[in-house]
């Protein structure tokens, strides 16, 4: 599967955790997993967290915090979530490898948690100095050997050049489709592995249908650039 539902609960919820869990009932078998941000965390606590963690059993849960620090901080960050259930973790490439994503990996391997490296971002600001950078991004990426990679689904050139640098060894997983304005399966026809889709799934009165639309929309459109 190709889908990665982003758990962004609105503001105006006050039990965020029923709320998602409704959400990834009724999506679980059309999901690869599920990816939870820091508003999530503050607002759900530890508690939260684990009983999300039960419920997606199995599947990717992963802890989208963007961590940016040194090693140290990072690592503490990332063994506090493994014991919450969350089995894999986003940290910003920019940070660099000694005394920082060199200590991150490791940690992450020993607690058997994906670490996910940002190399690019779906927002217009993204363009300012992370693109400029981007060749360098690309060799930390290969330097750390993450098990995944975060590039826009807004800028599929960004995907297809990391996929031609990375190879298939780095899961690629891109965000920005729907209400950032990439299409279901453009992404993946430039080369990634997962297409993170939040409100256009989350927000409407139906996710179920919502998600089971956007597959198919994934599938069609994977099926026109193959061909």
């Known amino acids: 599967?190709?889908?990665?539902?982003?758990?962004?609960?609105?503001?105006?919820?006050?039990?965020?955790?029923?709320?998602?869990?409704?959400?990834?009932?009724?999506?679980?078998?059309?999901?690869?997993?599920?990816?939870?941000?820091?508003?999530?965390?503050?607002?759900?606590g530890a508690d939260g967290v684990k009983e999300i963690a039960r419920a997606v059993s199995g599947k990717l849960l992963i802890a989208d915090?963007?961590?940016?620090?040194?090693?140290?901080?990072?690592?503490?960050?990332?063994?506090?979530?493994s014991t919450l259930g969350v089995?894999?973790?986003?940290?910003?490439g920019f940070v660099g490898f000694k005394g920082a994503l060199e200590e991150l990996k490791s940690t992450c391997d020993n607690v058997n948690m994906k670490l996910i490296l940002v190399l690019a971002m779906s927002h217009p600001g993204a363009s300012e100095i992370m693109e400029k950078v981007f060749d360098d991004m690309l060799k930390l990426a290969e330097r750390v050997s993450p098990w995944g990679a975060?590039?826009?689904?807004?800028?599929?050139?960004?995907?297809?050049?990391a996929r031609n640098a990375l190879g298939k060894q780095i899961k690629?997983?891109?965000?920005?489709?729907?209400?950032?304005?990439a299409k279901p399966g453009e992404a993946l026809?430039?080369?990634?592995?997962?297409?993170?889709?939040?409100?256009?799934?989350?927000?409407?009165?139906?996710p179920k249908e919502a998600a089971f639309k956007m597959i198919e929309e994934q599938k069609q459109r994977l099926r026109l650039c193959q061909h």
């Open 1 to 44: 599967m190709t889908l990665i539902i982003a758990l962004d609960p609105p503001m105006n919820i006050d039990d965020i955790v029923e709320w998602s869990l409704n959400i990834i009932r009724s999506t679980f078998e059309v999901s690869s997993g599920y990816k939870i941000g820091l508003p999530f965390i503050l607002r759900a």
């Open 172 to 181: 690629i997983l891109a965000p920005g489709v729907g209400v950032q304005g």
């Open 189 to 206: 026809c430039a080369g990634a592995d997962f297409e993170i889709v939040g409100r256009a799934i989350t927000r409407v009165s139906n």
């Open 65 to 81: 915090l963007k961590l940016a620090d040194i090693g140290y901080i990072m690592s503490l960050t990332a063994r506090f979530m």
């Open 87 to 92: 089995n894999a973790i986003i940290a910003h």
């Open 150 to 161: 975060v590039l826009p689904a807004t800028n599929t050139k960004l995907i297809t050049r």
